[in-house]
């Protein structure tokens, strides 16, 4: 199969393919003409690395994953149970969040200031317990009440 047809069938665009292959992920078995020829097997490694990337592992986490070119992956079983644990946390951690801003959405509070579920999302912003870029780990035991006013 042709790098125009990998691409196709897979979604992943060429500029892609060639990237992972410099990556070592995938390799060509050849070319022809100037296009890149891939083994029948490339659409799996492709739906692996998806799968990897789809749960939070790294590209350099997914290379070992996917053992030699041409045999079976070999996927750390202990690399995906500490995946899977912190998925679970991050899970907890936004519905806690979730949970949060949709009270302080219905709150009857006169004022978001004076909402005490409000005023704990912001303490946990100001603390950096959560951001734009995601929901940190909050270390229970350094909590202040007077950065952290907790909900009622």
Avoid: W
């Avoid at 992920?25 to 083994?39: D, E, K, T, Y």
């Amino acid at each position: 199969m042709d790098i125009a047809e990998v691409a196709k069938r897979s979604g992943v665009p060429a500029s892609t393919l060639r990237f992972y292959e410099d990556k070592g992920l995938i390799n060509s078995i050849g070319r022809h003409g100037l296009r890149r020829v891939f083994s029948a097997n490339i659409l799996e490694r492709l739906a692996l690395i998806a799968l990897g990337r789809a749960a939070g592992f790294s590209l350099d986490e997914i290379a070992p994953m996917l053992g030699s070119t041409k045999g079976k992956p070999d996927i750390d079983r202990a690399m995906l149970v500490s995946k899977a644990d912190e998925l679970d946390k991050t899970i907890k951690k936004l519905t806690a969040m979730r949970d949060g801003l949709r009270h302080a959405a219905v709150c009857s509070a006169p004022s978001h200031m004076e909402c005490p579920t409000f005023r704990r999302l912001l303490g946990l912003a100001a603390y950096g317990a959560i951001s734009s870029d995601g929901v940190r780990t909050f270390p229970q035991k350094q909590r202040s009440k007077k950065t952290l006013p907790r909900a009622r």
